[in-house]
C-alpha cells in the first residue's frame, strides 16, 4: 500500500508534472482541484504517462467540509502539497482581496484539518518573487525577503510566515517552504505541459505562441537594463526538474524524526539567462526565427534573480538535470501538441 499524498492544484502546470514524479517514487498521488486555472485533460495526459488511474476530488481546497469530508474518507495521509492558489502577478494587483482569500484561506483550511486528522507533513508552493530586487546576487535562502512587490508575492510571504508559526508552536507539524524561480518547459512525453489559460504573461508559453504562429510577435520589456545584453536575467528551471524536487522535499520530511521543523529552499537551476538568450536558444534548437520587437520595460520587473541552489543539492539530495535548451525544445513540442 502505497503512502497516500494529497497535491492540491494537482491538475495545474507544476502540480500535474508533480503528481507524476509521486507516482513514479512509488508514492499514491490524491489530486484536489476546482478547476480554476487547469483543464480536465491534465487528468489525462497524467494517466497516460503513469498508466494508472489517478483519484480526483473536484472541488475548493477553501471549501473545509469538503476537504474533511475527503480526508475522513481516504484515512492515512502521509503528506500535503499545497499548489492551488491564483498566481498572476497582475490581476493580483487588481483583485487583491480575491487573492488574499483564496490563497491564505484555503491554507487555513489545511493546517486545520492537518492537525485534525494528524498529518504532520506540508510542502508549500512558494516563489522567489519574495526576494523582489536581490542586493546581491545569487540569492541564496538568508537572502533577505523585500517587502512584496504585489498581493500575489505578499500571499506567499505572509504563507511561509504562517506555516512558521503554526510549526512553532506546539502542533505536530513539518514543513517546507519551495521558493520555486521561474518555471518553463513541459514533460518530454508532450502528454502534460503549461496550459496558459488565454493570453500568456510569461515569457516561455509567449515564445512557443509566437512560433506556432498563434501569437503575431513577442515584445521584449525593456533592453536597457544593467545586464550582458540589456534584457532581464531569470533562472529558468524545468518543470520537472521542479516537480522532483517536491519528492525531495516530501522523503526529506520522512527523514527527520523532529515532530516540528520548518525550513525553506530555493528551487532553481543556479544559472541565470536573459531574454534575449532565452529567445536566441529556442531559435536554435528548434531552428525556427522568432519574431520580436523591443518595447519599453514592465512595470514591476526585477532586473536581475538567479538562485543559490547549494542548499536543496546538500539537504534535499536533489540537483536539476535539464538544461535551458532541454525545458525549450520540450515546450515546443508540448505546444505543437496544442495546434
Ligand atoms: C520573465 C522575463 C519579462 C513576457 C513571474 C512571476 C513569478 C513567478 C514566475 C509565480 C521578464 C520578460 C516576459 C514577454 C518579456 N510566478 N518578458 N516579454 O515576471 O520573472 O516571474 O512568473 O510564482 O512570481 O512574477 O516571469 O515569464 O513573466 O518574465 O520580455 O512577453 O521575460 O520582462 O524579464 P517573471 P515572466
Known sequence: MSDKIIVTGGAGYIGSHTVVELVQAGYE????????????????????????????YEGDCNDYSFVRDMLKKEGAIAGIIHFAAYKAVGESVRKPLQYYKNNIGSLLVLLDLMLEFKISK???????????????????????????????????????????????????????????????????????GELPLGVPNNLVPYVTQTASGKLEKITIFGDDYNTIDGTCIRDYIHVVDLARAHVSAIQYLESKNETSLFDLFNVGTGQGNSVLEVIKTFEEVTG????????????????????????????????TIFTLADALKDAWRWQQTLG
Open 29 to 56: 498521488p490524491i489530486i484536489i482541484d476546482n478547476f480554476a486555472n487547469a483543464e480536465k485533460s491534465a487528468i489525462h495526459g497524467i494517466q497516460q504517462i503513469v498508466g494508472k488511474e489517478i483519484k480526483l
Open 122 to 192: 506540508l510542502v508549500f508552493s512558494s516563489s522567489c518573487t519574495v526576494y523582489g530586487q536581490p542586493d546581491e546576487l545569487p540569492v541564496t535562502e538568508l537572502t533577505p525577503k523585500k517587502p512584496a512587490e504585489s498581493p500575489y508575492g505578499n500571499t506567499k510571504q505572509i504563507s511561509e510566515e504562517i506555516i512558521e508559526d503554526v510549526v512553532k508552536s506546539p502542533l505536530p507539524i513539518k514543513g517546507i517552504a519551495l521558493r520555486y524561480f521561474n518555471p518553463i518547459g513541459a514533460h518530454p512525453s508532450a502528454k502534460i
Open 288 to 319: 525556427l526565427k522568432l519574431n520580436y520587437t523591443i518595447g519599453p520595460r514592465r512595470p514591476g520587473d526585477v532586473e536581475k534573480v538567479y538562485a543559490d541552489v547549494s542548499k536543496a543539492n546538500r539537504l534535499l539530495h536533489w540537483k
